[in-house]
T-cell receptor, first 109, second 114 residues
Framework: DAKTTQPTSMDCAEGRAANLPCNHS???????VYWYRQIHSQGPQYIIH???NNETNEMASLIITEDRKSSTLILPHATLRDTAVYYC??????????FGDGTTLTVKP | DTEVTQTPKHLVMGMTNKKSLKCEQH?????MYWYKQKAKKPPELMFV???????INESVPSRFSPECPNSSLLNLHLHALQPEDSALYLC?????????????FGPGTRLTVT
């Protein structure tokens, strides 16, 4: 499975959009991009996944570049409860989910 | 019901003890996973079961012994652990091992080896 690179940490003001980037330049054609988050001392929580089209659900939007080498997770109106470590994972149809180091997002009042 | 439960929440054990961690899901998922997470690090995959058979073992030491007695239950048997095995142990499940199914994680068992 391809490796991902994310910034170590980011801050976001409450109520503003949080844009979390992920680089996955070695992604293969059949590999999906997944996002999970882990709030302190809890198990990771699935957020969203996509292949090449942009995706949106009730939690977030996922924007994948046309060359699929990078993606951005967007939390449209961040709240204090969105403070967490966000993991971007690239996974093939038969592959394992290998977590990278993730981005610690701190939402500030 | 989209919940994965893990027991116990906390466990302290000596290096000569034998203990077991338990994980349960009732979502009809056929893939179940054990991860180990050290402080301030991402989860690391240990084992994957698919249809109650061990599918992936990430070269985990034999002092960790997984067991999947049925499709809803996953155990991790611990014996002769070392202090460096202290970590958060996470269980997860997904509908299948392949495909695009997301994983559902339990809250974890925080293990301390003394």
């Amino acid at each position: 499975d391809a490796k991902t690179t994310q910034p170590t940490s980011m801050d976001c003001a409450e109520g503003r959009a949080a844009n979390l980037p992920c680089n996955h330049s070695t992604i293969s054609g059949n590999e999906y991009v997944y996002w999970y988050r882990q709030i302190h001392s809890q198990g990771p929580q699935y957020i969203i996944h996509g292949l090449k089209n942009n995706e949106t659900n009730e939690m977030a939007s996922l924007i994948i570049t046309e060359d699929r080498k990078s993606s951005t997770l967007i939390l449209p109106h961040a709240t204090l409860r969105d403070t967490a470590v966000y993991y971007c994972i690239v996974k093939g149809m038969a592959g394992k989910s290998t977590f990278g180091d993730g981005t610690t997002l701190t939402v500030k009042p | 019901d989209t919940e994965v439960t893990q027991t116990p929440k906390h466990l302290v054990m000596g290096m000569t003890n034998k203990k077991s961690l338990k994980c349960e899901q009732h979502m009809g998922h056929r893939a179940m996973y054990w991860y180990k997470q050290k402080a301030k690090k991402p989860p690391e995959l240990m084992f994957v079961y698919s249809y109650e058979k061990l599918s992936i073992n990430e070269s985990v030491p034999s002092r960790f012994s997984p067991e999947c007695p049925n499709s809803s239950l996953l155990n991790l048997h611990l014996h002769a652990l070392q202090p460096e095995d202290s970590a958060l142990y996470l269980c997860a499940s997904s509908q299948e091992i392949g495909g695009t199914y997301e994983q559902y994680f339990g809250p974890g068992t925080r293990l301390t080896v003394t």
